[in-house]
């Protein structure tokens, strides 16, 4: 399992999506599990109390170089994810990349190429250009 490709998984989807098949069936289950996504790290802050959130502006400016940025610039995330989140966060993730690859697969979308192309773009434009 370790060595799966994105490729390997988005095929794989492509065999289970027999009851998914409709675009717009897929887009709102995706949309859907993007709140569940959202949902579980919330529940993790006001329910299990794992991590919090101590949120204030970010003292930035444009010329900070990498490090200073990684000094100054926070997550506004205290804590780490206890065992149970981890599980609960992890596979809501799973269940968007699962619709994300559905999407893909009926648009012919190559999930591989958009990861090496957004790579790419990350490279290209630097840390404070990805927004
Ligand atoms: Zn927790």
Do not use: W
Request: charged share 20%.
């Amino acid at each position: 399992m370790n060595s799966l490709t994105l490729k390997q998984f988005q095929d794989q989807v492509s065999e289970l999506l027999l009851r998914h098949r409709s675009l717009l069936d897929v887009l709102s289950k995706f949309q859907q599990s993007n709140a569940a996504v959202n949902r579980s790290v919330i529940k993790s802050i006001t329910e299990c109390g794992c991590i919090e959130v101590n949120a204030a502006k970010q003292a930035y400016y444009p010329d900070m170089t990498m490090e200073e940025a990684r000094v100054t610039l926070g997550t506004h995330v205290e804590g780490h994810l206890c065992e149970n989140c981890m599980e609960a966060v992890s596979s809501e993730l799973g269940t968007n990349l699962f619709y994300m690859s559905a999407l893909g697969n009926i648009l012919d979308v190559n999930l591989e190429k958009v990861v090496e192309n957004e790579s790419k773009k990350c490279s290209t434009l630097g840390f404070f250009n990805m927004s």
